[in-house]
Nanobody, 114 residues
Framework: VQLQASGGGLVQAGGSLRLSCAAS????????IAWYRQAPGNQRELVAT???????DYADSVKGRFTISRDNAKDTAYLQMNSLSPEDTAVYYC?????????WGQGTLVTVSS
């Protein structure tokens, strides 16, 4: 099982990035996919989730700026991040969830410069 997060990088404040989470070894369509982030010195926090049926939820801090989506045909989930601010700087992780089964991907670093 592998979840591969990608798409991070350096962007100026106000800019956009799209993260991808490509899965293999699981029946992707059955899993809820979650994006988390962890800034230096902070705990890992939940950013957004998308269920197997497509229901989405967001942390208050990213509502209206971030959009989570999935393409089951490609076994990939996305996190479109707009209007980025330095406070969004963090390592972003994706996680696949099916009941008590959880698979973490490796992180991808997002750095937002002011």
């Amino acid at each position: 099982v592998q979840l591969q997060a990608s798409g991070g990088g350096l962007v100026q404040a106000g800019g956009s990035l799209r993260l991808s989470c490509a899965a293999s070894g699981i029946t992707f369509s059955m899993y809820t996919i979650a994006w988390y982030r962890q800034a230096p010195g902070n705990q890992r926090e939940l950013v957004a989730t998308i269920s197997s049926s497509g229901s989405v939820d967001y942390a208050d801090s990213v509502k209206g700026r971030f959009t989570i989506s999935r393409d089951n045909a490609k076994d990939t989930a996305y996190l479109q991040m707009n209007s980025l601010s330095p406070e969004d700087t963090a390592v972003y992780y994706c996680k696949g969830i099916l009941g008590r089964i959880n698979y973490w991907g490796q992180g991808t670093l997002v750095t937002v410069s002011s």
